[in-house]
């Protein structure tokens, strides 16, 4: 069902070439789409009370070479909104995930990109058996996998001469020399904030990751999600390996994500890459650029390494 885009962008360059409705577990998902049908499929899955306009600068720039999907997040956005809490488990947001991939892009595995929270419901999802034939690369901005998050905390509390040493170690938490600086200004003034400031002194046009007219209600939706899903990853964590092939994009300022969020997850992963960078937390909207070349770069190295997706047939490829 084709339904009208009304993000607003006078020239028409950042609007979607093509927006559907596809059903997921339960729920109707709103799905936008740049690029030809017939490129890599890629798609980008955002976090908590965002919207796909978060993605609209990176899906742009990658639109030339892949085909480009997002889509709102069950309770975000134009997508139904569950009226349950146990409605926003991680295991839904995974089956509407799976639903969306096997209805856009049936015989062809995937790449996916996930910023915050959107990494951390795909976690759950390349951890399934699914995952071995539908995802062919999973990259990870500001998102840590949760249970493998429980898992360390429990290690680190089992050895408190461990937790201590790395505690008192800089590069446990972030990289930058002045990173303590960096996390206050970022928390006193985050990049839309002073996005708007710099607008209002007629400084730059508005960015085109504009708020959605849903946003309180993408905002209750986040709590939910969060409320719904943190406490019980972390205090009963599993054990969840991937053999898909993941790329950490880690922001090493990110005072909401610090980096120690992400070491326990090389055991669980069969083929782990870390890429570090000075960053925020909102990379989408801040640094769209060097997000797009972070995706682009990690699936032509595979492409080219001619990796194959886990379970692939020779036919397949």
Partial sequence: MNRPFDTPDPA????????????????????????????????????????????TDVAVLLADGFR????????????????????YRLDLLAEDFF?????????????VCGHGWGAVQIWEAVCDARANTRIASFTA?????????????????????????????????RHSANSAQIAAQRIAFPPRVRTWVIEQLGGI????????????????????????????????????????????????TDVFVPPFLYYGSARWVDRLWRNSIPADHWLPVTEPLLVAEAIANFVEDLLDADVPYPGADAADR
């Fill in 12 to 55: 028409g360059t950042h609007r979607p070439v093509r927006t559907t409705t596809v059903r997921g577990h339960g729920v109707d998902l709103a799905v936008y789409e740049w690029g030809r049908r017939g490129d890599e499929p890629l798609v980008l899955v955002h976090g908590l009370s965002d919207t796909h306009r978060v993605w």
């Fill in 68 to 87: 480009v999907i997002t889509y709102d997040v069950r309770g975000h956005g134009r997508s139904s909104r569950p009226d349950e809490p146990h409605g």
């Fill in 99 to 111: 639903a969306l991939v096997d209805a856009v892009s049936p015989h062809r595995p995937v790449h």
């Fill in 141 to 173: 901005i500001a998102g840590p996998n949760l249970d493998h998050v429980g898992i360390t905390l429990r290690e680190l509390i089992r050895d408190p001469g461990y937790a201590a040493q790395l505690l008192t170690d800089r590069k446990f938490w």
């Fill in 205 to 252: 046009a508005r960015a085109h990751a504009t708020t959605a007219p849903t946003w309180r209600a993408d905002l209750a939706t986040g709590a939910r999600i969060a409320c719904v899903n943190l406490a019980h990853h972390l205090l009963r964590p599993r054990q969840r390996r991937t053999a898909v092939p993941v790329q950490l994009v880690v922001d090493t």
